[in-house]
Antibody, heavy 123, light 110 residues
Framework: QVQLVESGGGAVQPGRSLRLSCAASGFTFSNYAMHWVRQAPGKGLEWVAVVSYSGNSKYYGDSVKGRFTISRDNSKNTLYLQMNSLRVEDTAVYYCARDEGAGRLWLFGFDYWGQGTLVTVSS | QSVLTQPPSASGTPGQRVTISCSGSSSNIGINYVYWYQQLPGAAPKLLIYRNNQRPSGVPDRFSGSKSGTSASLAISGLRSEDEADYYC???????????FGGGTKLTVL
């Protein structure tokens, strides 16, 4: 069965960096675009970034552009999110999610989600 | 502020039919698929409707989606207490380009 397991969250001070990982299993990882989605405490969902199945195409939400980098290692079935220059407003649960468009660039539909990892940015 | 606009709340009694709207524009809903997610308290979101009106296996046929122009709707018929959750619409926006979610609708079953 499809599984997505995030790790790497924790408490960090403003301005510091953190790298999240998402280990995928149960499907051919290299066939699917992958996304990061976050949810601040008590708030709605916010799309963060997408990487195509090959890793060649990437897009970011305006609030993280220039600070966050999405990447993937298809040999390790792992998705990453490098977060630099963290701000208090980046505090959220971060989910990785699989795009439902197998073999396509992406369709922006998330058919599987991880359980999420909490990132807390505070001084 | 979300570019996809949803009502913040909706409610109904058991057995009723409720609809949740999602309003966008020609660069998102107007030309791309709309997706709907259900998020129960304390849980990760779950795909409810994909590609405007398709149900993943396991989602009851009480849930249905539709799209017309730059707006979309989620309908829930035969409302049950377990449907009490937050519901989000989502679509890709070609003009920016970015992905976007609606602000979410909290459904209360009275």
């Amino acid at each position: 069965q499809v599984q997505l397991v995030e790790s790497g969250g924790g408490a960090v001070q403003p301005g510091r960096s953190l790298r999240l990982s998402c280990a995928a299993s149960g499907f051919t990882f290299s066939n699917y675009a992958m996304h990061w989605v976050r949810q601040a405490p008590g708030k709605g969902l916010e799309w963060v970034a997408v990487v195509s199945y090959s890793g060649n195409s990437k897009y970011y939400g305006d609030s993280v552009k220039g600070r966050f980098t999405i990447s993937r290692d298809n040999s390790k079935n792992t998705l990453y999110l490098q977060m630099n220059s963290l701000r208090v407003e980046d505090t959220a649960v971060y989910y990785c999610a699989r795009d439902e468009g197998a073999g396509r660039l992406w369709l922006f539909g998330f058919d599987y989600w991880g359980q999420g990892t909490l990132v807390t940015v505070s001084s | 502020q979300s570019v996809l606009t949803q009502p913040p709340s909706a409610s109904g009694t058991p057995g009723q039919r409720v609809t949740i709207s999602c309003s966008g524009s020609s660069s998102n809903i107007g030309i791309n698929y709309v997706y709907w997610y259900q998020q129960l308290p304390g849980a990760a979101p779950k795909l409810l409707i994909y590609r405007n009106n398709q149900r993943p296996s396991g989602v009851p046929d009480r849930f249905s989606g539709s799209k017309s122009g730059t707006s979309a709707s989620l309908a829930i018929s035969g409302l049950r207490s377990e449907d009490e959750a937050d519901y989000y619409c989502a679509a890709w926006d070609d003009s920016l380009p970015v992905g976007m979610f609606g602000g979410g609708t909290k459904l209360t079953v009275l």
